[in-house]
């Protein structure tokens, strides 16, 4: 597994790491024990980082990682949480006083005293460019409630906000083969800073694993299903904004570049964790099989200038129109 440097939070993560909202919810039924066995699973393949939020399952995937590494110390896991879902996203709500109320439930949650590192969960972009809002944030690093803190945006715009901001440890944003515009900005930006960047829905939400068909269906509490029209989030959030037909062609052509004998979804977590600037990958993983078979793509050789240039093709041609001004 290779491992990168975190940003400025100065921590050495494994360039795989596992996002944890299907531990809570919004993908489906996860009973404790099987989210237990991939967090299990994750660590025994070499994944150091776990991304969670307040908001997934109501503090439910926190408690179930909180409960995880207190039964297993010396993991060497560094957790990142998030917050500010729980409310109205109102710009006002996002205060020093919500902030150490917020903090200290994750701080429960989690059974730690210090959080590794904290990131707004997708605010309105006035949030992002408050200065009253880092000034709350580093006040609570001067106390010690946080170690670190990021901010997890939707938009590139939001992104390169951030990243002006001194006291800022990470971003994290969306990038996968479908989702190509950070690459542009938003990383040399980053890179230059020496902010982190975290990769989230490397998968398009499991269409780059190349698994689904026209005949796939998803749970009724599956954001797969209900939000596939933005009517619950940011519909960028489910496949990656892609509508479904496009993104079932868009996946076969995409397949269709890996070279063989590399697992379609493990070449799709190569590929973003080989971008220059991406410091960790955050796919989820729903049994340990997924968890082994995510890691995996950690030590992926690199798959090379034509497959780069493949995936950039297939962009331009299938996706770029209605994907690259929106975010």
């Given amino acids: 597994?290779?491992?990168?440097?975190?940003?400025?939070?100065?921590?050495?993560?494994?360039?795989?790491?596992?996002?944890?909202?299907?531990?809570?919810?919004?993908?489906?039924?996860?009973?404790?024990?099987?989210?237990?066995?991939?967090?299990?699973?994750?660590?025994?393949?070499?994944?150091?980082?776990?991304?969670?939020?307040?908001?997934?399952?109501?503090?439910?995937?926190?408690?179930?990682?909180?409960?995880?590494?207190?039964?297993?110390?010396?993991?060497?896991?560094?957790?990142?949480?998030?917050?500010?879902?729980?409310?109205?996203?109102?710009?006002?709500?996002?205060?020093?006083?919500?902030?150490?109320?917020?903090?200290?439930?994750?701080?429960?949650?989690?059974?730690?005293?210090?959080?590794?590192?904290?990131?707004?969960?997708?605010?309105?972009?006035?949030?992002?460019?408050?200065?009253?809002?880092?000034?709350?944030?580093?006040?609570?690093?001067?106390?010690?409630?946080?170690?670190?803190?990021?901010?997890?945006?939707?938009?590139?715009?939001?992104?390169?906000?951030?990243?002006?901001?001194?006291?800022?440890?990470?971003?994290?944003?969306?990038l996968n083969a479908f989702r190509l515009k950070p690459l542009h900005e938003v990383l040399p930006a980053a890179e230059a800073a020496g902010v982190g960047i975290i990769a989230r829905v490397p998968l398009a939400s499991g269409l780059l694993s190349g698994k689904y068909t026209a005949e796939t269906t998803f749970a009724e509490n599956d954001h797969r299903t209900f939000n596939r029209d933005g009517a619950a989030f940011d519909v960028g959030e489910t496949f990656s904004g892609v509508d479904w037909e496009t993104g079932l062609r868009a996946a076969q052509e995409f397949a269709a570049l890996v070279p063989d004998g590399v697992p379609t979804a493990e070449a799709a977590l190569a590929w973003v964790a080989q971008r220059p600037g991406v410091s960790v990958v955050i796919p989820g993983a729903r049994s340990p099989q997924q968890a082994r078979a995510n890691a995996a793509a950690g030590s992926r050789a690199p798959l090379g200038d034509t497959f780069d240039a493949g995936v950039t093709d297939l962009y331009d041609r299938e996706l770029r129109e209605s994907i690259h001004p929106r975010w």
């Fill in 1 to 174: 597994m290779d491992h990168r440097t975190l940003g400025r939070t100065g921590r050495t993560v494994s360039v795989i790491g596992l996002g944890t909202w299907q531990l809570g919810a919004d993908w489906g039924e996860v009973s404790v024990t099987d989210a237990r066995d991939g967090l299990a699973a994750s660590v025994e393949a070499g994944v150091t980082f776990f991304d969670t939020a307040d908001v997934y399952g109501d503090g439910r995937s926190e408690s179930v990682i909180g409960d995880f590494l207190a039964d297993n110390p010396g993991t060497g896991v560094t957790v990142a949480t998030k917050m500010g879902r729980r409310v109205e996203q109102l710009s006002e709500n996002y205060v020093l006083d919500n902030f150490r109320e917020w903090t200290d439930r994750s701080r429960r949650n989690l059974g730690t005293e210090t959080l590794d590192l904290v990131q707004l969960h997708c605010p309105p972009a006035a949030v992002i460019a408050s200065g009253e809002v880092y000034d709350a944030l580093d006040t609570l690093v001067a106390d010690g409630v946080i170690a670190a803190y990021g901010v997890s945006v939707e938009t590139c715009g939001e992104a390169l906000d951030a990243i002006s901001r001194p006291g800022l440890s990470t971003v994290q944003i969306i």
